[in-house]
């Protein structure tokens, strides 16, 4: 798990190879061919010797590689076959010698995580491709036959890329709550490749293509077989994501996606999987009693994270400067304390949950499509239709409004949450405020041979009782913990109440706020809108309007 940069610009090497440091402390590699200079951050995770740093060449290849490639062992032999022989014990170099063989075909091969680019040294041809759901994050700026490609997005500011925001991204978020459903970033300047898409640079012409799409299983059986055969596929998916040089530590909140990871885990046997991480605000929505109801018999050792109100302020400024964009609830200020902790206790590697309400139907308006046929005209989030009133903004800023093509069915929620707003967004905003500590965070249930079976689900094997994710509850050994998906799993409501509220009241009167000096808002109208507005359940519209008047008052510090 790393980070690297490639470009064919004139930059400054030695600025510009510590800029990832963060991402990989180990090992900063540099190379220069054809005029195409390669900077790599490595973090090691597989294969710990020197022999495993990058750049690394074969042949007339050289490669950057960014990920893990889980299922590397049984491509080693498969590539011994044909004569190639290996001087590491790394996926790397497997991941290469793949691509010498089979060039793209390899894509279909592997499973894993994944951003690399190889360049082809004789018909200077970069090839460049990013994991099926956009696991790890790529990032490029092309302008003139001048290209920057990078992991993250403050080094395209660091090397005098404009920083001139793209409004309609601006507009998707606040209107919707989209952040990267599209291959545009906030930054007009800064594009994002498509998960499950790779890009071909040569002869001064850029070519993006999809090489990914989910095929859905069909004739799944019994639901007793196809509850055999998803816990199959699972174990065998986790018994993937357990593999390297380092030990692991599992997120675990208590809910089902973890503790299922959990049990199987211990199954296993694995030697790596070491921890339980549970992190939490300590307050009513706390579950640290479920995770602790479930190491009792797994016998982990268990590690708490808390978050307090104290941190609230302190987090969020530090979360948008790593992320550089609008991030999403309280939940990502509570991860980026929990990996900081997780960086002190010298832990590499974090198993996650994320996906599994995506692919096996865990969220509410699912089950409100499911159950009630119900019909959504914005895209719902936590099972909620939350929108502006169109006459807090200008004019000139509403024409940037889309239109949206939702169909309810709960399969197209299911799968436009997961191809794109939700989860797209989740991944990225993890991944930087996981590996601006170094930690390298693997997500099981986004493995596409599992997307591909769950997708085929027929619906009551999903929903039940107004319940979801049924098929999974069933393999959940420890049924004290099988209860309903607990909605509040923060205090972010009841933060906003007592105090954040107040704070961002301030920030919407105040006519010297940053945000004012672009065309959105209405500032009179905002303002009548947020002090007639009761607080209710939840804090969407408040979360987003505290979002984006920081992301605008931080911007110049990005």
């Known amino acids: 798990m790393c980070g690297f940069i490639i470009s064919n610009k004139k930059i400054e090497l030695k600025k510009n190879s510590n800029l990832l440091k963060h991402r990989g402390p180990d090992d900063i590699g540099i190379l220069e061919s054809n005029n195409i200079k390669f900077i790599f951050n490595r973090l090691k995770i597989v294969d710990l010797k020197k022999r495993s740093n990058q750049p690394i060449r074969y042949k007339n290849l050289v490669m950057v590689f960014n990920g893990e490639i889980y299922n590397y062992l049984s491509l080693k032999e498969k590539i011994k076959k044909s004569g190639l022989s290996f001087e590491t014990s790394s996926d790397t170099e497997v991941l290469l010698k793949c691509f010498y063989l089979y060039g793209k075909k390899t894509l279909k091969m592997i499973q894993g995580m994944f951003v690399f680019a190889v360049y082809n040294e004789k018909n200077k041809k970069l090839f460049v491709a990013r994991d099926h759901f956009g696991i790890k994050p790529l990032f490029y700026h092309y302008d003139k036959n001048k290209y920057l490609i990078s992991s993250e997005k403050h080094v395209f500011f660091k090397n005098n890329i404009s920083k001139e925001l793209d409004l309609r991204s601006i507009s998707s978020y606040l209107q919707y709550g989209d952040y990267q459903f599209s291959g545009d970033t906030f930054f007009k300047n800064i594009k994002s490749l498509l998960p499950g898409h790779y890009m071909e640079i040569k002869d001064k012409k850029i070519k993006i293509r999809k090489w990914h799409k989910i095929n859905s299983m069909k004739n799944l059986g019994t639901f007793k077989a196809a509850k055999s055969k998803l816990k199959k596929i699972l174990v065998d ?293 947020f002090n007639q507005k009761e607080l209710s359940d939840n804090s969407i519209l408040e979360w987003r309007l505290l979002i984006i008047f920081f992301f605008f008052k931080l911007l110049p510090s990005f």
């Open 237 to 529: 998916t986790l018994s993937l994501n357990l593999s390297g040089d380092k030990k692991i530590a599992l997120s675990c909140s208590g809910g089902v996606d973890s503790s299922i990871l959990a049990e199987l885990s211990k199954k296993l046997n694995d030697k790596n999987l070491k921890y339980i991480l549970h992190y939490t605000c300590n307050d009513e929505n706390d579950e640290t009693k479920f995770a602790k109801k479930l190491n009792k018999d797994l016998k982990y050792r268990f590690y708490k994270s808390i978050f307090n109100k104290k941190d609230f302020y302190k987090y969020l400024i530090k979360s948008l400067m790593i992320v550089q964009e609008p991030i999403g609830g309280l939940n990502n200020l509570n991860a980026l304390k929990a990996y900081e902790f997780l960086k002190k206790k010298k832990i590499r590697v974090l198993i996650d949950g994320n996906g599994s309400d995506e692919i096996l139907g865990g969220y509410q308006h699912y089950i409100d499509s499911f159950n009630n046929k119900k019909k959504f005209s914005s895209p719902p989030i936590q099972g909620l239709q939350v929108v502006f009133p169109k006459k807090i903004f200008q004019k000139e800023f509403l024409r940037y409004k889309k239109k949206l093509n939702l169909n309810s069915n709960p399969r197209n929620l299911m799968m436009r949450d997961l191809l794109g707003r939700k989860v797209r967004s989740q991944l990225l905003q993890g991944d930087h405020l996981s590996m601006r500590n170094s930690i390298e965070v693997r997500f099981p249930f986004l493995d596409y041979k599992l997307v591909n079976y769950c997708m085929g689900l027929p619906y009551n094997y999903l929903f039940k009782d107004k319940i979801g994710k049924y098929i999974l509850r069933q393999l959940l050994k420890n049924k004290e913990i099988n209860t309903p998906k607990r909605s509040l799993q923060t205090p972010q409501n009841k933060w906003m109440r007592e105090f954040i509220s107040k704070d961002l009241s301030k920030l919407i009167s105040n006519k010297k706020s940053e945000i004012y000096k672009y065309k959105i808002f209405k500032r009179e109208n905002l303002i009548k809108f």
